[in-house]
């Protein structure tokens, strides 16, 4: 290279800069471009964030601030909302909560046994109308609630089970959530068919394969269903009002509308307190069955 | 132990038939390999015999005793899937004992037996993994030790081995041959590997389209094949197929073999004119033979013990001769060479793609 002109070599390092500017610069759009993305993000989550953070500062605030500043920030931190409000109805929050648990552990419970053993039936029986069966259940899933409310009341009231949880959880051991159904059935689908064959020939029955094989596969479709199940049933508002009468059992999204009284004299700070409270067992639950959903698709390890 | 006896059975999806009126009889101690190409009805045939799959037409019996509405499980026979079927939940050692432990066993007795099957198939230092952390091979191994560990009258394999790369293949292909020595049961193996088949079989059953080809020992079906299709799909490298005709006219038959000219042969049993010539790739040499043309080569491919040279002969024809690796002709491609075969090692084929003998 010793040919090489001075002219040459300035040309190549001049050559050089203008590429590194170019680098530098494009490095800083790229910086740019991911500071916009994640303002935009933070900006958005905020948005949806909102209504939360507004509940849980109210249920800090005195009564006359709630609804007087739009500033999030409570002026003094008072925990008085929830004291006052766990005993502030004329049954205690205690009650509330116990009876809730009682209804959604129950229906989990009863989802999950009744629409996986229907959803193996769907999955892997053969049986006479399973293909009629199968559809008149996803019909059942277009069918709005509220069509058939009155003739299962009607219904409930001759069984002498109004005033009772009976009409909250008895449906759920009937597999009667057919979206559930169909979540297992698809999930089911997928499992290798030859690890039910492989059974038989080992000379197990439909049931126990259901039991020893499908069901222990099936944690991530288990857990789904068991978390969406349990926020549903947790927050569920039309079917206690309607089957319920007696304080004493009401459910804590019930018990949270007596806040609202008629005559004008709500609490809502204590409301607002108890609204925060009913949250947290939701967010435990999913927090420990997400795990499971993980876990589940790690351990199903088939080819 | 059990022989296994098949009655023209029969098996239709709708109106689609899978396998018609199929006759077979296995006896005690065999191991018969069924092979065809896929969607021959093979596994269809195998899953029929395990129970997993209804009969619709004849019987089928494993010993003296008819099964066609007999559980699975009461039949008393052992299958291995192609995908292995092991429980993804369960470590090797519950699943080897996943069968026990619904028959009334002891847990002592089940332990003895799941450690036996284990010593057999080298597996003992994995009984405590799951499925997943064990290799193609292992997986197969287990697969193989929770049928064994069963003591069932009759193995059944489905393409066991299609998943495992080729080495691995062969390895497990021995200890497959060694097994069966050692347990002297009945097996019926499903392949489309004819490789897998001749190297395994006390006989083969060649299958198409639901219908038996031929039955026979490995030897029987490569030298004798009753059919073209036979012919074509057992021996590998392929054989070579030559279109010829026939003239019986005058007495003698006279040949005319493309590009190999005529032909003069004892009378052939046949009225066919048009018929097919087959001659094995080891049949065909370089410079000798009593039928001979001449042909340019195309391809050698050296593969160390043997050698493929691929030909074609003036007509087009493409041949193939399978040779000893030993060969010193150095062969390019391109290369002008005179090959031939002699008169013994031709096979006859009517337009019935039937065999057909010379006759006297």
Redesign the interface.
Known sequence: MNATSPELTREMEEAAAVAHRMRVAREKRARNMRLMKHVFLIVMSLIMLYPLLWLVSASFKPENEIFSTLNLWPSEFRLSNYIEGWEGLPISFTTFFTNSLIVTVLSVIGNLLSCSFAAYAFARLQFNGRNFFFALMMMTLMIPYHVVLIPQYVLFLNLGWIDTYLPLIVPKFLASDAFFIFLMVQFFRQL?R??D????????SVY?IYWI?IL??SLPAMATAAIFSFIWVWEDFLPPLIYLNDIKSYTVPLALRLFLASDGTSAYGQMFAMSVLSLVPVVLFFVLFQKLIVRGIA????? | MAGLTLRNVGKTYGAVEVITGLNLDVVDGEFLVLVGPSGCGKSTLLRMI???EEVTEGTIAIGDRIVNDL????RQ???V???Y?L???MSVKKNLA??LQ??KMSKAEIEEKVLNAARILQIEQLLHR???QLSGGQKQRVAIG?SIV?EPHLFLFDEPLSNLDAELRVQMRVELASLYKRLKTTMIYVTHDQVEAMTLASRIVVLRNGVIEQVGRPQDLYKRPANLFVAGFIGSPKINMLPAVLDQSGGTARLTLGDFGDVELKALATADRAITVCVRPEAMKVGMGEIRTTGTIQLVEYLGSEMLVHFTTASGQALLLHGGGETELDYEPGQEVNIGFNRADMHFFDASESRVEIAG
């Open positions: 290798p030859e690890l064959e492989a059974a038989m020939i080992d000379g197990y126990k094989i222990p596969l351990t199903s390890g088939m080819k | 395990a129970g997993l559980a699975p499980s009461k026979l052992s299958m899937f192609q995908s079927a429980y993804p939940h996943f069968g619904n028959q799951k499925p997943r929770r069963r």
